[in-house]
């Protein structure tokens, strides 16, 4: 059974960094995209970056571009986001979830077939 489990959040000043990783475990995700959703209270689920589990595309949500990267370590069987210049809005439950996909840009939420439990990140101003 494919498990994704993801680790890294925490509190954060505005201005801040984190990098969230997602550990994947059961199958191989050769074929898969791996995605990072988030969720804040209140709010419906929304997508924020995506890579390739086989190559080097990415994927990004305007509001993330040019702040956030993702990124995955094959030998590690991890994906990483790494998040810089961090805001108040970005104050969300972070996900990553694996879609089988030949594309990158997978942004719905119910394509994805496997999920992580979740991390909390909060950005104080």
């Known amino acids: 059974q494919a498990q994704l489990v993801e680790s890294g959040g925490g509190l954060v000043q505005a201005g801040g960094s984190l990098r969230l990783s997602c550990a994947a475990s059961?199958?191989?995700?050769?074929?898969?995209?791996m995605g990072w959703f988030r969720q804040a209270a209140g709010k419906e689920r929304e997508f924020v970056a995506a890579?390739?589990?086989?190559?080097?595309?990415?994927y990004y949500a305007d509001s993330v571009k040019g702040r956030f990267t993702v990124s995955r370590d094959n030998a590690k069987n991890t994906a990483y986001l790494q998040m810089n210049s961090l805001k108040p809005e970005d104050t969300a439950v972070y996900y990553c979830?694996?879609?089988?996909?030949?594309?990158?840009?997978?942004?719905?939420?119910?394509?994805?077939?496997?999920w992580g439990q979740g991390t909390q990140v909060t950005v104080s101003a």
């Open positions: 979830a694996a879609v089988k996909s030949l594309t990158v840009s997978v942004t719905a939420a119910y394509k994805y077939d496997y």
């Open positions: 890579i390739r589990w086989s190559d080097i595309y990415t």
């Open positions: 059961g199958r191989t995700f050769s074929g898969y995209a």
